[in-house]
C-alpha cells in the first residue's frame, strides 16, 4: 500500500527537482565531446529499484549495479554513448548535484578517482532527499520524474549532437566554398 502525504506539494517538489536535474554537472566523452549519461542513468536505477519495491532510502553500491547495467544498456544507443561508465563514477560525483548524500564509514574522504573497492570501503550507502524520497514513493510523480530524465538527460543529448553534426557540415561546406 502506498502513502500519500496531503499536505505535500507534489508539483513544486517535482519541480525542484526537475530544475536540479536540469542543472546537475554532466562530464562529455573526451574524443566526441558527446555528454556522458551515467548520472541520469543512476538516478533512473534509483527510480526503477523505488519502481520494484525498494522501501528503505539507502542504497548500496552492490545493490545498484546491476540496476545501473540494464539500465544504461538501455539508454547506450538512444544516447550514442561510446561505453558503458562504471558505476563508482556518477555514484561519488552525484553527490555534487544536492540531493545524493554518501554516508561515510568514518569522516568524509574525498577523491578525485573513485573506485569500487574505495567506496565500498569508505562508504556506507547513499540515500536521496527525503522530499526526493516522498515524491518518488508517489507512482504519478515517479512515472513523470523517470519521463523527464529520459527525455531531457538522454535523449535530448542524441538531439544535441545530432544538431551539432548539421552546424559542423555546414561549416565545413562553407569554409570549402
Not at 508539483?11 to 542543472?23: G, P, R, T, V
Request: proline share 3%.
Amino acid at each position: 500500500m502506498t502513502t500519500y502525504l496531503r499536505f505535500f506539494d507534489y508539483n513544486k517538489a517535482f519541480d525542484y527537482y526537475c530544475e536540479l536535474i536540469d542543472k546537475m554537472n554532466q562530464c562529455t566523452n573526451r574524443k566526441s565531446h558527446i555528454r556522458i549519461i551515467a548520472k541520469p542513468v543512476l538516478i533512473l536505477s534509483i527510480i526503477k529499484l523505488i519502481e520494484n519495491g525498494k522501501s528503505v532510502n539507502q542504497f548500496t553500491y552492490e545493490e545498484i549495479v546491476p540496476t545501473y547495467k540494464g539500465v544504461f544498456g538501455e539508454c547506450f544507443m538512444k544516447a550514442h554513448q561510446e561505453n558503458l561508465t562504471p558505476l563508482h563514477y556518477p555514484y561519488y560525483f552525484l553527490k555534487s548535484d544536492k540531493f545524493w548524500h554518501l554516508v561515510w564509514t568514518n569522516a568524509e574522504v574525498k577523491t578525485e578517482s573513485p573506485s569500487r573497492v574505495w567506496l565500498e570501503r569508505n562508504t556506507k550507502y547513499a540515500n536521496i532527499d527525503k522530499e526526493l524520497w516522498i515524491l518518488l514513493s508517489h507512482p504519478t510523480y515517479r512515472e513523470k520524474l523517470k519521463n523527464y530524465i529520459i527525455e531531457e538527460k538522454v535523449l535530448k543529448v542524441f538531439k544535441e549532437e545530432k544538431n551539432k553534426g548539421g552546424f559542423k557540415a555546414l561549416l565545413q561546406l562553407l569554409m570549402v566554398i
